[in-house]
């Protein structure tokens, strides 16, 4: 049987589309969406604004996709899913999507960081921006960018939406849905973390492993994770703690080199991606009204005004840089607060040595992204 393009969504359907979906990213998320989302069979469904999902998934490579879609849907869960290229359009896709996230873009190649992403990411995140734009109730959906570099692409879009589409963005407060998602940088330093007090024998050998906020951004030295504020900080030296900043801020760089010329972290970010949507579908069925995570957002509305509680906070703390990952709370609205207090409960080498380090360079990012959506 053909797989259907345009499902006939029923008012009880939340709808995820995946952009790029046929990518290393975009298989592998896919397939944890596909098999992981459980959420509408467990408990009682008529007290959820919606009860079913279905996963939209589009790619421009369209012999990729179309396997993909059809590989996928002979998996037995209810999530149901549509196939969508550039042969069929992407507006099926997006129309009437509470969630679109985007790994669409090309990855690195060993010696790439990822600003040399920039040119051909920033005019893909562009296209894509038109079409969300085009498609989507800007007042309602969310979107998780996860392509690189996240730091300029954030801004790309949010800044798109304000002064070219302003017709459909005023008044919707969209960049408060637009998210930059930096959870791997959590994920690895949650992992290396427990490695290094593992093998030194610090904390009892148990699946708890306790997260450890990263906040800045998603490249090299904007990434500031902060061991401070783990359980086992008091028990780890200094050369212990230069070398899981280190491997976090570069961990990537391992992926790149190992999977030599075959392109990034794929299955991680997945891991790490589907981490993150789980918690927004948990917020967009209805089963919790708000939930807590570190995304890298804008902090200003297109008046410059902060766009949440805590930002202003935030801003002098940060050298008024306009976009950051930090601890937030998010209702359906959007971003509502940030714990701008985390920055105030960092340790003497974050504060004087880290922070000043990621400050010039995240807010170069920022610029280069903003830059490009208002002259392109
Ligand atoms: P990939 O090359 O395997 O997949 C990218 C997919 O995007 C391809 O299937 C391609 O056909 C598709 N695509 C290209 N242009 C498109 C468009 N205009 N519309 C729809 N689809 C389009 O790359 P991979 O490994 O999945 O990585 C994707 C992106 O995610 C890269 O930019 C990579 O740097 C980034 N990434 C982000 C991480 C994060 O922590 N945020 C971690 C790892 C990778």
Not at 39 to 55: A, C, E, G, V, W
Not at 303 to 310: F, I, K, L, V, Y
């Amino acid at each position: 049987m053909p797989h259907p393009i345009n499902p006939a969504l029923q008012p009880n359907t939340l709808k995820i589309s995946i952009l790029g979906a046929a990518g290393g990213i975009g298989q592998s998320l896919s397939l944890l969406l596909k098999t992981q989302l459980h959420f509408p069979l467990k408990t009682n469904s008529t007290q959820r604004d919606k009860n079913h999902i279905h996963l939209a998934l589009y790619d421009v490579n369209e012999d990729a996709i179309n396997g993909v879609v059809a590989d996928l849907s002979h998996i037995d869960t209810p999530v149901s899913i549509s196939n969508h290229s550039p042969a069929t359009g992407i507006k099926d896709c997006l129309m009437n999507s509470s969630l679109v996230i985007i790994p669409a873009g090309m990855p690195r190649k060993p010696g790439m960081n990822r600003e040399d992403l920039f040119n051909i990411n920033a005019k893909i995140m562009s296209n894509l921006t038109d079409d969300i734009a085009k498609y989507c109730d800007l007042s309602k959906v969310f979107v998780l960018i996860i392509s690189n570099p996240v730091n300029s692409l954030v801004p790309v879009m949010v800044n798109r939406l304000w002064h070219k589409h302003q017709d459909v963005s005023k008044n919707t407060h969209i960049e408060r849905r637009i998210m930059g998602v930096t959870k791997l940088d959590i994920v690895r330093a949650k992992t290396f973390l427990h490695e290094v007090t593992i093998d030194a024998d610090i904390t009892p050998r148990s699946n708890d492993m306790p997260d450890v906020p990263v906040i800045g951004g998603h490249s090299g030295e904007t990434i500031m994770p902060l061991f401070s504020q783990s359980r086992s900080y008091k028990s780890l030296d200094k050369d212990q703690l230069a070398y899981l900043i280190h491997r976090v801020q570069y961990g990537g760089d391992e992926v790149v080199k190992a999977k030599n010329g075959l392109g990034s972290a794929t299955l991680s970010m997945a891991h790490a991606g589907f981490k993150v949507v789980n918690k927004f579908v948990s917020l967009l069925l209805g089963n919790v009204s708000e939930i807590h995570g570190i995304c890298y957002v804008s902090l200003l509305d297109s008046e410059g005004h902060p766009t949440a509680m805590g930002m202003e906070k935030l801003l002098p703390l940060i050298d008024n840089c306009a976009f950051f990952s930090i601890p937030m709370t998010i209702t359906k609205k959007g971003v509502t607060s940030v714990d701008y207090d985390i920055v105030d409960r960092m340790d003497d080498h974050e504060r004087n040595e880290m922070l000043p380090l990621c400050l010039p360079k995240l807010k170069k990012s920022v610029e280069t992204g903003s830059k490009f959506a208002i002259e392109n």
